[in-house]
């Protein structure tokens, strides 16, 4: 499967999960060492985080804003610290199973930019987590969809970088019937969908101006760019 590291060890009771993940994701063994570890010290600095807060935070916690940036809903302290980092881990191992359901195996064949869409979506919780805990600290005075504009531009502009790349499979793309009945359809769409997702990524970035800049340049343009995707995806198909 084109994968760079031999599979033969002298410790074959050694990193099993390692070897399972690595099986499934053109990537060295080396390289998918240092991204799992990489990805379980984020889960862990979650985790961490939470710990060194818990005696600060109030027994209801924020963890919810409505459309227009004001808090809708509260939970006891332990489940607004620990929820995002329980959803890390379930998200993590998700993805590590991904690759060995998928009926066309092909995941493996795009894995660094799979991999890297994993990381970034840790990434990202990791800051969310950060920005409930700076919010129920009361230390600063910000709009959550403000502050949350610039990852979420970042983890669109990437995500048009993983659907230029995507091959063919049931998890990971614009996974429309016409797409996945035609690998020609999938190419055609995942190449334009690359490129839009990218826009997207940059208009909300501009979010940072103002709060409803940011709750605009968010949801509109990623709502519009789906639409389209999935209509022309039909006609696409139907022309050939």
Not at 35 to 62: C, D, H, K, N, R
Not at 144 to 150: D, G, I, N, S
Not at 221 to 236: A, C, D, G, K, Q
């Amino acid at each position: 499967m084109g994968l760079k590291f031999n599979a033969h060890t002298h410790h074959p009771n050694d990193a099993i999960l390692l070897g399972l993940v690595s099986r499934y994701y053109d990537l060295g063994r080396k390289e998918m060492q240092k991204i799992t570890i990489f990805s379980w010290m984020i889960v862990l600095v979650q985790i961490l985080i939470g710990i060194y807060f818990y005696p600060q935070m109030p027994e209801q916690m924020a963890i919810h804003w409505n459309i227009s940036g004001v808090v809708d809903g509260y939970s006891s302290k332990i489940w607004g610290l620990f929820s995002l980092p329980l959803v890390s881990i379930a998200l993590f191992l998700l993805f590590l199973g991904i690759p060995k359901i998928d009926p066309l195996k092909n995941i493996e064949k795009f894995g660094k930019y799979y991999w890297g869409l994993v990381v970034s979506l840790l990434a990202f919780l990791l800051y969310l987590d950060s920005l409930v805990i700076s919010w129920n600290l009361g230390l600063v005075n910000f709009s959550m969809f403000q502050a949350l504009a610039p990852p979420i531009g970042i983890l669109f502009y990437y995500l048009g970088v993983v659907t230029e790349n995507a091959k063919r499979n049931w998890f990971v793309g614009i996974r429309t019937p016409w797409t996945l009945s035609d690998e020609n359809v999938w190419d055609k769409t995942h190449k334009l969908g690359g490129k839009l997702f990218k826009i997207c990524g940059v208009l909300a970035l501009f979010g940072i101006i103002s709060e409803w800049f940011a709750l605009f340049l968010i949801l509109a343009p990623i709502i519009l760019v789906i639409i389209y995707l999935t209509t022309y995806s039909y006609f696409e198909y139907k022309r050939q």
